[in-house]
């Protein structure tokens, strides 16, 4: 162990150490921070029935939605391959929930055969329930119509939203519903990622609150997910304490007059592993421009493409100088765009060589990243009491060709 007393850890694991052993560029998560943030959530809500699925496309490797699992957790899936993964890490399809958006009937059809819980948004889908799986509940995405979220990009409950069914139609769906023969067993809605405001939160649940008035008999309500953490020091994050006080006193109201079996379900992505991750590049070069000293890491926007798509925030250390004199960087990656991580950022002098560390990069991150520029995805690397487990290696030159096929052509 290099261990020094200033040395950068992680999981209480020195972060060059990881490097040493592992390569870099490479993701490293913490179980303990996953569980913390778990625990935060559960703790916060104080209803008879609380079912927490883990939207796992924020990070899709079977030993974290294992680890989930054995907090306790549920999973949130969007596609056939995401329900492959929980399935692999060893879930009931009683804990999946199915929230697609816009994929085919055939689609929907292969989740039935696999028999998780399924959530349709939109007419065609339900009238196609009807006809093929008579008997098989399912719950409806419900659009509030509320704009809510970070920013445009990740904002997905306004009128504007492609997600959901319009809680305009809610009257035709109902009736639709009964026509087609479906019984609808939950409602859904998911207004949004980065969600600051409570209010604005609680205030898409009272929409959902009353629309649910209008269902015989529900099993469940999900208010998906959208919970802020912080991206850096002192950085606002959803009050989910205040939240959960809040949306149990008017849950369990609802439920009392309602169904009392009735379960509420949340599918956090970020509140539960954004903290946990780490990304670990290397400083190709140091250079200087007239205005500005770029960092110019082993990594780009094929690795962590957060900032340039959402003009996200992560906080970046040198994990091989932490302690050191700061100075004002521009980091950027190696690929042939411009992949600005960072504009002027204050950062501990950096060398070739140094180990740069960013922070928040547990969630739609890894599983953002692409092969652009006919790079190789990093590795990846879970921490639990202290010991680093490989949980994905490195992609290998051979990987960039497995499913080209190189047909006999005419030139
Ligand atoms: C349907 C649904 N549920 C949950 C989430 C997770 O959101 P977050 O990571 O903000 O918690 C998403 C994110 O896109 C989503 O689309």
Avoid at 43 to 51: E, G, I, Q, T
Avoid at 298 to 308: A, E, S, V, Y
Wanted: with cysteine; proline share 4%; hydrophobic share 40%.
């Amino acid at each position: 162990m290099k261990g020094t007393n200033n040395a950068f850890l992680w999981g209480g694991v020195p972060v060059l150490d990881l490097v040493d052993k592992f390569g870099a560029p490479i993701y490293v998560y913490d179980c303990a921070k996953i569980a913390q943030q778990y625990d935060r959530f559960v703790a916060a809500f104080d209803v008879p029935s609380l079912h927490v699925n883990f939207a796992c496309k924020a990070l899709t490797n079977i030993s974290i939605l294992r680890f989930l699992r054995s907090l306790g957790a549920g999973i949130d899936a969007v596609s056939i391959g995401e329900i492959e993964h929980a399935l692999r890490a060893g879930y009931e399809t009683s804990q999946i929930v199915f929230t697609p958006s816009s994929v085919s009937l055939k689609e929907l059809d292969q989740a039935a055969a696999l028999g998780v819980r399924i959530t349709l948004d939109n007419m065609e889908a339900i009238r196609h329930w009807g006809r093929k799986h008579p008997g098989y509940p399912v719950a409806l995405r419900i659009n509030p119509h509320i704009m809510a979220g970070g920013n445009r990009k990740i904002s997905v409950g306004h009128i504007d939203s492609k997600f959901g069914i319009s809680i305009h139609h809610l009257e035709e769906v109902i009736q639709v519903s009964k026509d087609a023969g479906v019984r609808i067993c939950g409602l859904h809605m998911h207004t949004g990622s980065d969600i600051l405001d409570v209010q604005v939160f609680l205030q898409a649940t009272e929409i959902l609150f009353a629309a649910a008035e209008q269902f015989e008999l529900l099993d469940y309500i999900d208010f998906g997910s959208g919970f802020k953490v912080a991206y850096k020091e002192g950085d606002i994050e959803t009050d989910i304490e205040l939240f959960g006080r809040e949306v149990s006193a008017r849950f369990r109201t609802f439920a009392d007059r309602h169904n009392p079996a009735l379960q509420l379900m949340f599918e956090p992505g970020k509140f539960l592993v954004s903290e946990a991750g780490l990304f670990l590049a290397k400083a190709n070069v140091v250079k200087k421009s007239p205005t500005t000293t770029f960092v110019g890491l082993n990594t780009g926007f094929n690795h962590l493409i957060r900032p340039m798509f959402y003009d996200a925030y992560h906080e970046i250390i040198n994990a091989s100088n932490p302690s050191g004199d700061k100075g004002i960087y521009s980091v950027v990656g190696y690929i042939c765009e411009t992949d600005t991580f960072a504009w002027n950022r204050r950062i501990a002098e950096v060398h070739p060589g140094d180990v740069l560390a960013f922070k928040n990069a547990g969630a739609y991150a890894y599983m953002m990243a692409s092969n652009y520029n006919s790079r190789l995805l990093p590795a990846e690397v879970l921490i639990h009491d202290q010991h680093p487990h490989l949980i994905r290696k490195r992609q290998e030159m051979k990987d960039l060709f497995r499913h080209q096929t190189d047909p006999p052509l005419p030139f």
